[in-house]
């Protein structure tokens, strides 16, 4: 069986992008491959974050895994602190990274912002830490949203630059899974930015644990404009954004959810678009509760999927260092 790996930084307010544009996908294709899904703890700490924040968001983020239906018989879930390779590599891999590369990267210019003398060092070399989490697995696919795509080419050209250096094959070259619909949900409040976690105004996305209350109230106040057509069209974001999100969660064509929609205002199908959502989200809220009311049993299940996994981890570091000269 080929490889997957893929993660989520335990950051808070996994929301519906996350679900459409990643975990939903690994869960439709888990039983096709040998799967390692990462809760990235290490990325998450470049940017500032509340300790204790942290360590509650990792395990329900790993509950919130299962409960979107991962199989811990397809799927080995760890926590990426737990598996020291990820760091030690990640040191390595530094020393092999030109800062042109790094700089071209448009999410660290984007989390950076303007205080560029003031962001950490670890949020600029991100890219090479996630580089490492895929290559220390000798990983074949890696499904993620489309906003990952320059980071897994910036994997692949690591690798390749690694492997031709030592003229050895130290790193499977990872392929980027990206869909074509669901890969990059917009946000309710601006549908010209996508969905993000770190959006200060909550009403912008859907939290995976929002009750059906708070979505039939964001949905109610999702941008639109004032021409009522429930059509699909570029030059309209607000409204093609919503439908996007229905076309995703219903797996429909446009044709049909135009046909369907045809003669109705924005009121209907923002009220089927609310019921959609709500009815997704309800299974995986109630198992989602039912995980989080037993820890012992989830860390059980993230301390198997670090130890199965580790002697992988391991083989690879030991052959980068081996090529290296260190050790
Ligand atoms: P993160 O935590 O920002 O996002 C997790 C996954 O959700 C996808 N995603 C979206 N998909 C569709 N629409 C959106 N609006 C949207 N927002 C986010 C992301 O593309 C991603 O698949 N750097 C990664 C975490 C990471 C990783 C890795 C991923 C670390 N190491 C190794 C894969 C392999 C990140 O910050 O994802």
Redesign the pocket.
Known sequence: KKRV?????P?GNV?L??Y???IRNWVGSQAEYENIF?I?DL?AITLPIDPKELHTNSRRLAALYLACGLDARYCKLFIQSHVREHAEASWIMNCFTPMGWLNRMTQFKTKAGNNMDTVDTGLYC?PV??AC??LLYQTHY?P?????RQ?LELTRDLAQRFNSTYNQAVFTIPEPQIRTV?????SLEDPTK????SDPNPNAYINLLDDPKTIKKKIGRATTDSERLVKFDPARPGITCLLEIYRSLTGQSQETIEAEFAGKGYGDFKAVLTDQIVETLRPIQARYHELMSDLPTLEGILKQGADDIRPLAASTLQHMKDVVGLG
């Open positions: 790996f893929s993660g989520i930084q950051t929301h992008g996350n459409l544009g990643a990462c990235v990325h991100y830490l996630m989490d895929i890696v993620v949203g489309d906003d990952q980071h669901g890969a990059r949900i917009m996508k969905m993000s976690k």
